[in-house]
């Protein structure tokens, strides 16, 4: 059964590619809310039987699939232009099921006839019930990975993964690291703990940021730990 009230608009008709249904979840992370839709079979511990794909984020997928059931159906010239109705009745209406596929969705949708055959008569119980009429549309979409991804990654990229500011503090700190190895391979200095005197900085900080030496020039690398990003904002 359905809450009306919750907001995973497609709860009851989200299945994964292996016919395991998709539920509702969240996570909250630096105080904000994340929603998702998971396959029953990681809820239940049973990884094995998951689908290929199996969680999704729930804003992007639910706007997906009512942006294009809008456009089909505007498309299908239905009687009713269905830009006026909520996304949760939208989906209730014309919706049989979502299956979740790794480089598409296939939205089964209900037929007109359907869907008018009800509205006429939403009292009329069929003695023999039969499944609802269906055609099927297929929207392209790539799922997204959710691997974490940590430490620094040089190779270059399209777009900058960094604000320019947060850019601008790691290229100074590769300068100095670059300065003080420097300075102990020439002699100019003894260890990283005359560095750190120097620097009036702590020793492990500065042992911190040395490796950044090694950086390649030009890099566009992205920032994934807290403690990189912590020692750099001192450097």
């Known amino acids: 059964m359905r ?36 396959s029953h079979a990681i809820l239940q511990n049973r990884k094995a039987e998951a689908g290929s794909i199996a969680r999704v984020p729930a804003p ?54 359907e869907v008018l055959a009800q509205a006429e008569d ?25 691997a974490a991804v940590k430490g620094i990654v040089h190779a270059p990229c399209a777009k900058p993964a960094m604000r320019p500011e947060s850019r601008d503090v790691l290229l100074t700190a590769i300068a100095k690291a670059r300065g003080w190895v420097d300075d102990i391979r020439l002699g100019r200095i003894a260890s990283f703990a005359g560095i750190a005197e120097r620097e009036s900085q702590g020793e492990r900080h500065i042992r911190l940021l040395a490796p950044l030496a090694w950086t390649q020039q030009n890099p566009r690398p992205r920032l994934r730990t807290a403690s990189w990003s912590n020692a750099m904002s001192r450097a």
């Not at 069929?126 to 997204?144: F, H, K, Q």
Request: charge should be positive.
């Open 60 to 113: 992007e997928i639910e706007t997906l699939v009512c942006d294009s059931v809008r456009r089909h159906l505007a498309a299908m010239d239905a009687a009713e232009p269905q830009t006026v109705l909520a996304d949760r009745n939208l989906i209730e209406h014309h919706v049989s099921r979502v299956i979740v596929k790794p480089q598409a969705l296939e939205v089964c949708l209900i037929l007109a006839c």
């Open 122 to 146: 939403p009292s009329f119980q069929d003695p023999a019930p039969r499944r609802p009429l269906t055609t099927t549309i297929t929207l392209p979409w790539t799922a997204p990975s959710f």
């Open 3 to 38: 809450l009306r009230g919750s907001a995973a608009i497609l709860t009851g008709r989200l299945f994964d590619d292996r016919g395991n249904r998709m539920s509702p979840t969240h996570a909250n992370k630096r105080g904000v809310r994340y929603r998702y839709y998971v």
